[in-house]
């Protein structure tokens, strides 16, 4: 008998501590979720960069510091880093990660590989566009005497400020010469000169009132040059070959070419050049059309769909009722996805976001609301045109919106800016790009469309106006950047086939060109929802993951490109210098 006991005891020790040690690997597996091997190498990364930016960088007096172009000394520090942490990555057991750490891994050295190039680019900029700074180097030098307090002549000080200023009159005298420049080269060389009065003033600052020597020398001296260096950047922006286009828009820009929107690409990990796109705009946009024909004969317009949507527009509430409307949009919106047991949304999530009226001069360039933290309500206001009230009021009915109030709050722009700082924050800053910031967000709307969220014909109306606009994005912004389409054109478009206001449409598109987006920042909307409606697809449809499994998994992995996503979420097995090679759309 005491044997048997024994062997109980033993045997549910035995059980327990099994039970134990399974109930602490899951608890640690769950802990540890949030990270991966290479977050270390990605924070580290990024504070190392924001160390020589701040050391090699101007300091402003007193506090803090401040942004300014890179210096050639600044540059070539930071390809040193660079290099250093792809030194660290090739040390680095790669064949031992799991796919979450491997993602981060071609990720980080992906951004650093980018950033070398963008170093290098910028280092022989500098250098070809020298001629055009002749006196830089008397500023940089006087600067890095500065970071470490050195005792200066202030007399001597004052004769170098004094030349400085003399090589920029020979410059501002030798660029009468010169009939234009290309705008990113004026941009580069007025980007420099802000940096070289940051540096000047940093020192200025540092030594005056507190060197006697240079207190009674240099406020002068210094004084002048900053007068010189403004005044010649004024001769350079006039240098500009930046086009405001003559087609009655009146908007600039200029288009970047085929080879950098497919570079552009390459590097956002899209496995699609720009064509390939325009006819995947082309194929959506028709199905779009298609859809808009059935709403138009529901609400007896037969296929004058355009006389459908003039009657969706007029349906605009009354002035001072927008935001009660906004309001009731979102809790329509939360109690479908509730409903249909799409998401859980954080309780905390639902009650912090805001509202806030959007100014005249933002609306002059943001015709609809947007958001983030708080949604930005665009309507109209006491000092505008009765036409401009008119257009506003019209482009933001209730219909226009129902299908984007979520876009801009819960599950969109709000819940991403919720979620990315408690989840996998690290990735937030690292891997920032709008085919996951916009991408998220835009498959929403196409989500809530395909499960019946708009019930009306004027509701889908409403919804598929967005839908078209998204594709006109990708087709106007792709033809201006190959240099066939002018902005008027662009906005001709908005207005013919997807049905804008005029001058909501001059709006969106100079936005577009003047709002300081990267080119492919309106057609990631699209393209990034495509790609994860592709990747539900493939892990919901198939049953392999319930739609709220999905979804709360997809907002913790926080910003990547949208292939990388995948890779996490079918498991993949990546190889360490992995390239796009997702095809995410069917073409007809």
């Given at each position: 008998m005491t044997s048997i006991r024994k062997l109980t005891r033993n045997s549910v020790l035995c059980l327990s501590l099994l039970f134990s040690y399974q109930m602490t690997t899951a608890q640690n597996e769950d802990l540890y979720a949030h990270t991966t091997p290479i977050e270390p190498l990605i924070v580290q990364y990024g504070h190392d960069v924001q160390a020589i930016n701040y050391f090699y960088g101007p300091m402003p007096k007193g506090w803090g510091n401040q942004y300014a172009a890179a210096s050639p000394e600044q540059i070539q520090r930071l390809l040193t880093l660079d290099q250093?942490?792809?030194?660290?990555?090739?040390?680095?057991?790669?064949?031992?990660?799991?796919?979450?750490?491997?993602?981060?891994?071609?990720?980080?050295?992906?951004?650093?590989?980018?950033?070398?190039?963008?170093?290098?680019?910028?280092?022989?900029?500098?250098?070809?566009?020298?001629?055009?700074?002749?006196?830089?180097?008397?500023?940089?030098?006087?600067?890095?005497?500065?970071?470490?307090?050195?005792?200066?002549?202030?007399?001597?000080?004052?004769?170098?400020?004094?030349?400085?200023?003399?090589?920029?009159?020979k410059a501002q005298a030798d660029l009468e010469s010169v009939k234009s420049l290309p705008y990113q080269d004026v941009n580069f060389l007025k980007e420099t000169l802000n940096s070289l009065k940051l540096r000047l003033s940093s020192a200025y600052d540092f030594y005056n009132g507190y060197d006697p020597m240079f207190s009674w020398w240099g406020p002068a001296a210094y004084k002048k040059l900053v007068e010189k260096l403004d005044a010649y950047s004024e001769k350079l922006a006039a240098k500009s070959d930046w086009k405001v286009f003559d087609d009655g828009s009146m908007i600039g820009g200029t288009p970047i070419g085929r080879q950098e929107l497919n570079k552009q690409l390459k590097d956002e990990m899209i496995a699609y050049t720009a064509d390939d796109l325009l006819r995947l705009a082309n194929q959506e946009f028709a199905w779009c059309e298609a859809e808009l024909l059935k709403a138009s004969k529901e609400m007896g317009f037969g296929n004058d769909w355009k006389a459908a949507q003039e009657k969706v527009k007029n349906s605009y509430v009354p002035v001072g009722h927008q935001p009660e409307l906004i309001l009731k949009l979102y809790n329509d919106a939360q109690q479908f996805i509730q409903k249909n047991e799409l998401m859980d949304i954080p309780a905390l999530a639902d009650e912090t976001w805001g509202m806030i009226m959007m100014t005249p001069e933002r609306q002059l360039v943001n015709p609809f609301f947007t958001g983030g933290r708080e949604i930005s309500i665009s309507y109209p206001t006491d000092g505008m045109t009765q036409e401009q009230k008119l257009m506003s009021m019209r482009g933001n009915n209730p219909y226009f919106s129902r299908g984007t109030v979520q876009h801009e709050l819960n599950p969109g722009h709000h819940l991403q800016y919720f979620m990315n700082r408690r989840?996998?924050?690290?990735?937030?800053?690292?891997?920032?790009?709008?085919?996951?910031?916009?991408?998220?967000?835009?498959?929403?709307?196409?989500?809530?469309?395909?499960?019946?969220f708009a019930h009306t014909p004027e509701e889908r109306i409403g919804m598929l106006f967005w839908r078209m606009h998204r594709c006109a994005r990708i087709t106007f912004s792709i033809k201006f950047h190959l240099g066939e389409w002018t902005p008027q054109q662009c906005i001709n478009y908005l207005v013919d086939k997807v049905g804008f206001e005029t001058a909501n449409a001059h709006g969106e598109v100079k936005r577009s060109f003047e709002g300081g987006y990267s080119p492919l920042y309106q057609l990631a909307y699209l393209v990034g929802g495509l790609q994860l409606m592709s990747i539900k697809n493939e892990l919901v449809d198939s049953g392999k993951m319930s739609y709220k499994q999905f979804h709360d998994q997809v907002i913790k992995e926080n910003y990547m490109p949208m292939e990388m996503l995948r890779a996490i979420m079918t498991k993949q097995k990546l190889a360490a210098d992995h390239e796009a090679t997702w095809k995410f759309y069917k073409f007809n």
């Open positions: 250093s942490y792809l030194d660290k990555l090739k040390a680095f057991p790669y064949a031992k990660l799991e796919t979450n750490g491997q993602v981060d891994f071609v990720l980080l050295k992906r951004k650093v590989t980018q950033d070398m190039e963008e170093l290098q680019g910028n280092k022989q900029t500098y250098e070809r566009l020298a001629k055009f700074l002749p006196f830089d180097k008397a500023i940089y030098d006087w600067e890095k005497l500065r970071r470490r307090g050195t005792v200066i002549d202030g007399e001597a000080i004052a004769k170098t400020l004094d030349q400085a200023a003399k090589s920029v009159d989840h996998k924050p690290y990735r937030e800053r690292a891997f920032n790009t709008p085919f996951w910031t916009e991408g998220w967000t835009l498959y929403w709307e196409l989500l809530l469309y395909s499960k019946g």
